[in-house]
């Protein structure tokens, strides 16, 4: 066999062949397109997902009970009022003995006996009563539970703003790192094929086994499945982008970080801040606030109150009855001081009071694990965040490193003292440290996104500090 038989035989595939230069088409587009597009902040993405996330637009609507709720409570110790009206069919059947009837100009008998009846006559009654609550323990308690009620309404939806807007940066920066980890492969395809080539003509003139050639090959297919798996990647986070933003999916040019320096406050004011502003920590002590009015409610439901009352009647019925026809008609008023003591309701009272007391204990119990919860998520968060700033300090002069011994590595191979799998493993290691610098500094950012949501720090301000590590250039340009 022929030194160029076997040279044709190295070559790459044809399948692979289409599929290197459909790379470096792609990747000359992107060369081409990335100056002209208008790369998408992150202050930018959250003010799109602000108007369109579903979770949030939820939340919003879920907290419009607040202010109903607010108009119940102020409610419930203003005056009440009820007309009530009946008719129907009635009957009376009244007799007295013994009475004293007196009339002018018939004097005074005493003795005198009187009978009234009216048998299925039409009967009315009109009602008006207005009523004031004076002293009620159960609508006191009543009242602060709907202002409660309202108060986690509406921190339910401040909770769910900084949730959205830290699942906004998620989004964004998977996003960011996908599209990077791309143009790292596509990089390395370019350094590859240019790699077999070299080792194509070595072999060719004899400078250089088969072996070499081989090696290339065998890289340049794994890094084609890298790619296909990157590219698919990068579509559903789009995606995910796209359905959290609303805007549309090609024109998401989003930036990678180049930088992330940690916050600067302790751990330890942190931590005091997290107690004082967490939101899901004042979610929790609403709770428990609402477990203890319900079973002051409860407990309530035993006591004496007190009502002023004012209340009108009349009562008109007519029709026959053993006398011939007849009509009786009644009307009366009062205005006064209503005392209602509860006297027994069989048990149901104090099962409630009960139940209210389990209740509270629970949440409780809930709002302590809450506490215990958050000190250890604000701690990771702050350590993720220090730890990520070394990070990047170390994988940037691991990089540079690594970018020294790529140049010497292949200055080696020219000379003949390296191999060229030296050559691509060096390539490699480069790439591997790059992206690993890229996914420090990301993780670091979102360390402090998450930091911030765990004290209830999370606004427009931090993520707009935040913005200042961002490059000026969409991330997958090379």
């Known amino acids: 066999m022929t030194r160029q038989t076997i040279a044709a035989r190295a070559m790459p595939s044809r399948p692979g062949a289409v599929f290197l230069l459909k790379s470096v088409l792609l990747l000359a587009a992107i060369w081409v397109l990335a100056p002209t597009a208008q790369a998408l902040t992150l202050l930018q993405a959250w003010q799109a997902a602000e108007q369109h996330d579903s979770p949030l637009a939820a939340a919003r609507a879920a907290a419009g009970v607040a202010e109903p709720q607010r108009q119940q409570a102020a409610a419930l110790w203003r ?94 920066l998977s996003l960011a790192m996908a599209q990077e980890k791309l143009r790292v492969l596509q990089g390395q395809i370019q350094s590859v094929q240019s790699a077999a080539q070299e080792a194509q003509d070595r072999f060719t003139l004899g400078a250089a086994p088969i072996t070499a050639v081989h090696e290339a090959r065998a890289e340049l297919a794994q890094l084609q499945a890298q790619v296909a798996a990157a590219q698919a990647d990068i579509e559903t986070r789009t995606q995910a982008l796209a359905d959290t933003t609303g805007l549309p999916a090609a024109s998401l040019a989003v930036q990678l970080p180049l930088a992330a320096e940690p916050e600067p406050r302790a751990l330890a004011v942190w931590q005091q801040l997290a107690l004082d502003t967490s939101t899901a920590l004042r979610e929790q002590r609403l709770a428990t606030d609402l477990a203890r009015a319900a079973l002051d409610q409860s407990a309530a ?54 139940e209210a007391a389990a209740r509270l204990a629970a949440a409780q119990a809930q709002e302590d694990a809450t506490r215990e919860q958050l000190a250890r998520d604000v701690q990771t968060a702050w350590l993720a965040m220090h730890t990520g700033a070394s990070q990047i300090t170390a994988l940037q002069a691991a990089l540079a490193a690594s970018e020294l011994r790529q140049d010497a590595t292949h200055t080696g191979y020219e000379a003949g003292e390296r191999t060229l799998l030296d050559v691509l493993r060096a390539r490699n290691d480069t790439a591997a440290t790059r992206l690993q610098l890229s996914q420090a500094r990301v993780s670091t950012l979102l360390a402090r996104l998450q930091l911030a949501q765990s004290a209830g720090q999370l606004d427009e301000n931090v993520l707009r500090e935040v913005g200042e590590a961002f490059s000026t250039q969409p991330a997958a340009q090379p």
């Not at 299925?120 to 159960?138: E, I």
């Not at 053993?322 to 009307?331: E, H, I, K, M, P």
């Open 79 to 172: 005056p009440q009022v009820a007309l009530t009206a009946s008719a129907g069919l009635g009957a009376s059947d009244t007799t007295m003995r013994g009475a004293q009837f007196s009339a002018p100009g018939l004097g005074t008998s005493s003795g005198v006996d009187f009978a009234t009846s009216i048998h299925g006559g039409a009967a009315t009654r009109v009602a008006l009563q207005a009523s004031q609550p004076l002293y009620n323990p159960q609508r006191r308690a009543q009242q602060r539970q709907l202002n409660l009620q309202a108060d986690r309404a509406e921190l339910a939806l401040h909770s769910a703003r900084q949730g959205a807007m830290l699942r906004t940066a998620s989004a964004y």
């Open 301 to 354: 439901g035993k006591r004496a109150t007190v009502d002023l009352i004012a209340q009108s009647a009349h009562d008109r019925l007519d029709g026959h009855g053993d006398f011939g026809s007849a009509r009786n008609t009644s009307v009366n008023a009062m205005v006064g001081v209503q005392l209602t003591i509860p006297l027994s309701t069989g048990g149901m009272q104090s099962g409630r009071e009960q």
